[in-house]
């Protein structure tokens, strides 16, 4: 009790030792930290958007990322690292330039994404939740990606990559271990890096949403069965009696 | 009119995620016409219309707006927050997602009048984390909208003010569930509230808030413009409106289709093709695969609130995945329970061991190991988590098991005779017959 001299330390332990070819957290890092804090009415809200700015500097929530954000928000380390460990889309090691996902929830399985799934271990050596050494792919079998009208699916980087076979994955697969990547199918006209990606899911927007196209077929086919069969929604009952505009 | 396009009825229009396509059909008019009514009014109007939560539940959306109180009392006093679920992840589930990608703005607008309505000044869209263009878009309309003064300071001079701020998520189907969502803005792991209370009084930060789903709120612009007796002029008698249906799997056309409440598959698949050729239609889900199964005999049961309830099952997200004879019911429940397993958030008990175990048993009878009594072991335990945790999750989970064996018990039967699974799991590819 009288002795002051050593407190007694709380959360995870000091790492200060970034990996090889890891970029350091920076200054430039700490002020971007502040822009999301400052968006919420609290400051723990900002956390999530946080861990993705972390994973856009260095590919991964590492354990300088999780005392930044403790730091910042005057939370434990613990704290932070419980956070981080729920979300399936924080890594705890670095993902690779190109991160593959396969839907495997029931529909896309059945129609082909567990032997697309399948076809990519074996084609790329890599298991689930694996980066490859080079660190151009990572793989991950994905849940439900909302996109099952066109199954099967699958992602880079959080991009769509429609209808999918196990030959046009691994052909996918092959271009971008090859560092030529083709364009999402609903998406930007070129593909970003995970480290990109990982800034507009904190909220720092590229400009790349003008790109790609407003829908794909599927989405599309609803609306022109209806236009092809004369079906449209009622009119609004007095189209002339649209509101004064106010100055 | 079998099907009647109003959030996707521009959907073709190469710019109609902008804000000049969107204004050029009539975007940010009913801003203009709501800002000039009173708020209560507004409630009234979406609680006249019928209009029912688009996100699963069904629950009538202007009585939710119209639980926030209002006044300087007590919880009134407090910031009200308005929080739309963009977290859609559902399995089979994917309406929102193309719906935000396409035509951004009308949530954006709807977004604007809603929290006008409940006299919110911050709002917030949570959308999925997995889906980066559809932020993209979500993001860049915001922008647009703030650039244009449909939000900030003093919108159109109305004197209201309001800042959204478009949140991604991280990776977590529970997140979905509106108290593990409100946890997960507030900075924590999204874990299921116990309620009461409810989010209508302490929601966001104990404030009151709304959560109400993508669909819902992109509805409300058209109900303003066109009032609530038109937008009930569609629908059936307890389900109002036109709603997205998500179809899905072994069908010929899937896709998005925008019709009133009440259209039934068969119509649905009459009109677009059915299943794929020489295939029929073994079982499906109505609302994503936390509602139970239906099978063949279902194909009439008109797609409303009540109609799916009636038929034991529940409408859900309109969700319609359509899987064919090829397909093995039981690795379909296997990997559905899976996933619940993956998803649970592991606050409850029943929930986190339950799924757990029912993976083991799913896995041992599908692939011929099981015994008779594993059946009986499953259901028992499907009987112990259903109705206990915080959080409609568990009661998901079962909803393919126990409606799975109630249909096809025979074919789980089938498998412990045959010592594995009859099924050829290349037929019910969509590349089957191609080589490889």
């Known amino acids: 009790m009288a002795d002051t001299s050593s407190p007694v330390v709380l959360g995870l332990p000091e790492t200060t030792v970034v990996p090889d070819g890891i970029p350091a957290l920076t200054e430039q890092t700490r002020t971007e930290v502040r822009e999301i804090i400052a968006r919420y009415p609290r400051s723990r809200s900002a956390l999530l958007p946080m861990l993705h700015l972390v994973q856009s500097v260095q590919g991964y929530v590492s354990p300088a990322g999780i005392a930044l954000c403790a730091e910042e928000l005057e939370l434990t380390k613990a704290e932070v690292a419980a956070v981080a460990t729920f979300y399936t889309m924080y890594r705890r090691k670095p993902a690779g330039t190109y991160h593959v996902g396969v839907c495997t929830n029931t529909l896309c399985a059945v129609l082909g994404g ?33 996109a099952c009208d066109y199954a099967p699916v699958m992602m880079v980087n959080w991009e769509f990559y429609d209808n999918q076979t196990p030959q046009s994955a691994r052909a996918l697969v092959d271009a971008l271990q090859a560092g030529n990547p083709p364009a999402p199918t609903r998406g930007p006209s070129t593909l970003s890096t995970f480290t990109q990606i990982s800034r507009v899911l904190a909220g720092f927007n590229d400009g790349l949403g003008q790109q790609g196209p407003t829908a794909g077929t599927p989405t599309l086919v609803g609306l022109a069965l209806a236009k092809e069969r004369g079906d449209v929604a009622p009119a609004y009952p007095t189209p002339a009696d649209a509101p004064e505009t106010e100055s | 009119m079998v099907f009647t396009p109003v959030l996707s009825a521009h959907w073709d229009e190469s710019d109609s995620f902008t804000i000049e396509g969107y204004t050029r059909n009539r975007g940010y008019e009913a801003l203009t016409k709501a800002l000039a009514m009173a708020p209560d009014d507004l409630i009234a109007m979406v609680k006249d219309s019928g209009l029912r939560g688009r996100g699963g539940a069904g629950f009538p959306t202007g009585m939710k707006w119209g639980f926030i109180p209002q006044g300087p009392e007590g919880q009134g006093a407090k910031p009200h927050y308005l929080v739309v679920n963009a977290d859609e992840s559902e399995p089979g589930t994917c309406k929102d997602t193309p719906f935000m990608m396409a035509n951004p703005h009308a949530l954006v607008e709807g977004v604007i009048i809603a929290s006008y309505a409940i006299r919110a000044s911050h709002a917030f869209i949570y959308v999925r984390g997995e889906i980066v263009h559809v932020i993209r878009r979500v993001q860049e309309a915001v922008a647009q909208a703030y650039a244009a003064g449909h939000l900030g300071t003093d919108i159109h001079g109305s004197g209201y003010s309001l800042d959204v701020v478009v949140h991604a998520g991280a990776g977590a189907y529970i997140c979905g569930e509106e108290t593990a969502l409100l946890d997960s803005l507030e900075g924590y792991r999204g874990q299921p509230r116990l309620r009461p209370p409810f989010p209508a009084t302490h929601g966001l930060y104990a404030c009151p808030t709304v959560v109400n789903n993508v669909e819902s709120i992109a509805s409300v612009p058209s109900i303003v413009l066109g ?7 569609m629908g059936t008698e307890k389900s109002k409106g036109y709603t997205l249906y998500s179809l899905s ?10 019709a009133p409440l009440g259209i039934t598959l068969r119509q ?17 889900t109505p609302g994503g695969s936390s509602t139970p199964l239906l099978t063949a005999d279902h194909l009439d049961v008109p797609l409303d609130y009540e109609g799916v309830m009636a038929a034991g099952s529940m409408l859900g997200t309109k969700a319609l995945q359509c899987f064919d004879d090829t397909t093995c019911v039981l690795r379909a429940i296997l990997r559905w329970t899976e996933f619940y397993a993956h998803e649970s958030c592991g606050k409850c008990t029943p929930c986190r061991e339950g799924t ?38 568990a009661d998901g989970a079962v909803s393919p098991i126990v409606s799975g064996v109630k249909y096809f018990r025979e074919e789980f039967t089938q498998h412990l005779t045959s010592g594995g699974c009859p099924f050829d799991p290349v037929a019910s590819t969509v590349f089957s017959g191609v080589p490889a």
Not at chain 2, 249 to 258: A, L
Request: net charge negative; proline share 1%.
């Open chain 2, 356 to 393: 757990y175990w029912m993976v083991q048993i799913l896995e041992r009878l599908e692939n011929g190991t099981g015994t008779e009594a594993d059946i009986v072991t499953l259901l028992d335990t499907c009987d112990n988590i259903f109705g206990r945790a915080f959080c409609a999750l």
């Open chain 2, 268 to 284: 649905l698949l009459d009109l677009t093709g059915g299943m794929r050729a020489g295939r029929t239609l073994k079982f499906w």
């Open chain 2, 249 to 258: 799997g072994h069908v010929n056309k899937p896709g998005q289709y925008e």
């Open chain 1, 114 to 146: 567990d032997a697309i799934f399948a076809t990519l271990k074996e084609h790329t050596g890599l298991t689930h939740n694996e980066t490859s050494a080079d660190g151009t792919i990572s793989l991950e079998h994905l849940e439900c990606n909302a």
């Open chain 2, 227 to 233: 009032g609530a007796q038109w937008f009930s002029s």
